[in-house]
């Protein structure tokens, strides 16, 4: 989860550096240089002896490895280095969260979000936490409303009682919460719980010119604009700072003239009030007029009129794994209790929790090898052992959903978080693996294919580095080439 954000806490106001075309919601999406690896064949025993001579480099004699290398088919070890211990894992939680997810919910199952009607004509909308709710779903439902022949809506109450509990995980960092790939989770979820606007910039010495692709949003912000446009020899950098009271967004920094437009993206303040608004402006196109609104938790719901249901979990997942979404990790996280009896103020996410250990423990991954406060490893106090991930990793492989969980893993120098890695190596094509970063901390655990040995699953931890990020991929990736030219001596 690359964070191309960067905040500062001053006095009130949060300072996010924001990018143009990177998504961080979506997760890192590095540009390393390939390994410097050449082509050769690798004995099982001389793997040891050549991963150390990687990670025993004098840049990292502060660094801590967690490493686990087997073979598919069995326990075998063929290399550990603190497997046991652990580690800040970062985006590799989702490897658990999504291991359960298709263990308990089953590869077919959806997230509906529903609108009924009540005898006395109010409408409730009842969110249940679909990540993957979009404007094109909303104007569905809106058009199956007008096919009921319903033009006027009185009253219309979001139900937010489906997910209880923090909108955003209490161990996130503020850095975290105010930028877009830490966007809230709740009942209510639409287009990622993000809105965004453009700075384009105009003559010199002029203000940026601000363009946003949500009106309502326009009209809900104060903005202090003291961004500027300057020549061409100059740098371009954004900050966009917002107050804690949510109200005020202030614009700072300067574009080049004739440069691109900047994409600023950032969270919804309240997930529930953001879909009502957008709600209202689709029901308008459709001609459907609407009157009050509330947020509301808990009550009756009668007869369903209008309801859509999200893809397949299957689909879900891949997306939680190939672009390392956060916001996917935790509705996820919080899907798994949907099976479970409703506990009043009990918080939905810590349920998911307990479901996800107990169905990670009953593949019989070692429930004393990992402890997880979140589902997508934005925390910093999630703790997971290379063991418990091999151990998941291996497990998995031998479930109904194998070729469903391995399917959603990014493929070295294709897809996802690992389409700019292991380009032009030998990995490239045979090796996928879940990426994750955090300041500090930088993970990779998958599969590597290889058909001159036999299918190798790995983890591979770093932490507590002061290195830059790009220098401990790389390493990580030598050793995972390494594991791709692997054969039998």
Same mark, same amino acid.
């Given at each position: 989860?690359?964070?191309?954000?960067?905040?500062?806490?001053?006095?009130?106001?949060?300072?996010?550096?924001? &990018?143009?075309?990177?998504?961080?919601?979506?997760?890192?999406?590095?540009?390393?240089? =390939?390994?410097?690896?050449?082509?050769?064949?690798?004995?099982?025993?001389? !793997?040891?002896?050549?991963?150390?001579?990687?990670?025993?480099?004098?840049?990292?004699?502060?660094? +801590?490895?967690?490493?686990?290398?087997? =073979?598919?088919?069995?326990?075998?070890?063929?290399?550990?280095?603190?497997?046991?211990?652990?580690?800040? =894992?970062?985006?590799?939680?989702?490897?658990?969260?999504?291991?359960?997810?298709?263990?308990?919910?089953?590869?077919?199952?959806?997230? %509906?979000?529903?609108?009924?009607?009540?005898?006395?004509?109010?409408?409730?909308?009842?969110?249940?936490?679909?990540?993957?709710?979009?404007?094109?779903?909303?104007?569905?439902?809106?058009?199956?409303?007008?096919?009921?022949?319903?033009?006027?809506?009185?009253?219309?109450?979001?139900?937010?009682?489906?997910?209880?509990?923090?909108?955003?995980? =209490?161990?996130?960092?503020?850095?975290?919460?105010?930028?877009?790939?830490?966007?809230?989770?709740?009942? *209510?979820?639409?287009?990622?719980?993000? *809105?965004? *606007?453009?700075?384009?910039?105009?003559?010199?010495?002029?203000?940026?010119?601000?363009?946003?692709?949500?009106?309502?949003?326009?009209? +809900?912000?104060?903005?202090?604009?003291?961004?500027?446009?300057?020549?061409?020899?100059?740098?371009?950098?954004?900050?966009?700072?917002? @107050?804690?009271? &949510?109200?005020?967004? %202030?614009?700072?920094?300067?574009?080049?003239?004739?440069?691109?437009?900047?994409?600023?993206?950032?969270?919804?303040?309240?997930?529930?009030?953001?879909?009502?608004?957008? *709600?209202?402006?689709?029901?308008?196109?459709?001609?459907?007029?609407?009157?009050?609104?509330?947020?509301?938790?808990?009550?009756?719901?009668?007869?369903?009129?209008? #309801?859509?249901?999200?893809?397949?979990?299957?689909?879900?997942?891949?997306?939680?794994?190939?672009?390392?979404?956060?916001?996917? #990790?935790?509705?996820?996280?919080?899907?798994?209790?949907?099976?479970?009896? +409703?506990?009043?103020?009990?918080?939905?996410?810590?349920?998911?929790?307990?479901?996800?250990?107990?169905?990670?423990?009953?593949?019989?991954? @070692?429930?004393?090898?990992?402890?997880?406060?979140?589902?997508?490893?934005?925390? +910093?106090?999630?703790?997971?052992?290379?063991?418990?991930?091999?151990?998941?990793?291996?497990?998995?492989?031998?479930?109904?959903?194998?070729?469903?969980?391995?399917?959603?893993?990014?493929?070295?120098?294709?897809?996802?978080?690992?389409?700019?890695?292991?380009?032009?190596?030998?990995?490239?094509?045979?090796?996928?693996?879940?990426?994750?970063?955090?300041? &500090?901390?930088?993970?990779?655990?998958?599969?590597?294919?290889?058909?001159?040995?036999?299918?190798?699953?790995?983890?591979?931890?770093?932490?507590?580095?002061?290195?830059?990020?790009?220098?401990?991929?790389?390493?990580?990736?030598?050793?995972?080439?390494?594991?791709?030219? !692997?054969?039998?001596?």
């Amino acid at each position: 989860m690359t964070q191309k954000s960067t905040i500062g806490l001053t006095l009130l106001l949060l300072t996010t550096q924001l &990018g143009i075309t990177q998504q961080p919601t979506k997760a890192q999406t590095p540009t390393p240089a =390939p390994p410097t690896t050449t082509t050769k064949q690798i004995c099982p025993a001389q !793997l040891g002896n050549s991963i150390e001579t990687i990670i025993n480099r004098p840049s990292f004699n502060r660094v +801590r490895w967690g490493i686990l290398i087997q =073979p598919l088919s069995s326990g075998q070890t063929l290399y550990s280095r603190d497997a046991q211990k652990y580690f800040t =894992p970062a985006s590799n939680t989702k490897l658990l969260t999504t291991a359960a997810a298709l263990q308990e919910l089953g590869a077919n199952f959806r997230i %509906r979000t529903s609108i009924y009607q009540n005898s006395n004509g109010v409408l409730r909308v009842v969110g249940r936490g679909d990540p993957s709710l979009g404007d094109t779903q909303l104007q569905a439902l809106a058009k199956q409303l007008r096919q009921k022949g319903i033009t006027q809506i009185q009253q219309l109450i979001a139900d937010d009682s489906y997910i209880q509990g923090d909108i955003v995980n =209490p161990t996130w960092q503020w850095e975290d919460v105010q930028s877009d790939y830490g966007a809230p989770v709740s009942s *209510f979820i639409l287009n990622e719980n993000i *809105f965004s *606007f453009k700075l384009t910039p105009q003559a010199l010495g002029k203000p940026l010119q601000i363009a946003w692709t949500d009106s309502n949003e326009e009209r +809900r912000w104060r903005i202090v604009n003291q961004s500027t446009t300057v020549s061409k020899n100059q740098t371009n950098y954004i900050d966009v700072t917002r @107050d804690l009271t &949510g109200t005020v967004l %202030r614009i700072q920094g300067q574009l080049t003239e004739n440069s691109q437009p900047y994409l600023v993206t950032l969270p919804v303040v309240d997930p529930n009030y953001y879909f009502l608004r957008r *709600f209202r402006t689709i029901l308008a196109t459709e001609k459907i007029s609407l009157g009050q609104t509330l947020v509301f938790n808990g009550g009756n719901n009668q007869q369903e009129i209008a #309801a859509i249901d999200s893809p397949p979990l299957s689909q879900l997942v891949t997306e939680v794994n190939v672009n390392s979404n956060n916001l996917y #990790a935790e509705a996820l996280l919080r899907a798994l209790a949907v099976k479970q009896p +409703r506990v009043q103020n009990k918080i939905t996410a810590n349920i998911g929790l307990e479901v996800l250990k107990a169905s990670l423990t009953k593949l019989g991954v @070692d429930p004393t090898s990992y402890s997880l406060v979140d589902g997508s490893g934005l925390s +910093r106090r999630n703790l997971l052992s290379a063991e418990a991930l091999v151990q998941t990793l291996r497990l998995m492989a031998t479930t109904p959903a194998a070729n469903i969980y391995r399917a959603s893993l990014p493929v070295a120098g294709k897809t996802g978080t690992l389409k700019n890695r292991f380009r032009n190596t030998p990995a490239e094509g045979i090796v996928q693996a879940k990426t994750g970063t955090l300041t &500090g901390a930088v993970s990779l655990a998958g599969y590597v294919n290889n058909a001159k040995y036999e299918p190798v699953v790995f983890s591979i931890m770093v932490n507590q580095s002061d290195r830059p990020a790009s220098e401990l991929r790389q390493a990580i990736d030598e050793i995972v080439v390494l594991l791709a030219q !692997l054969q039998r001596c």
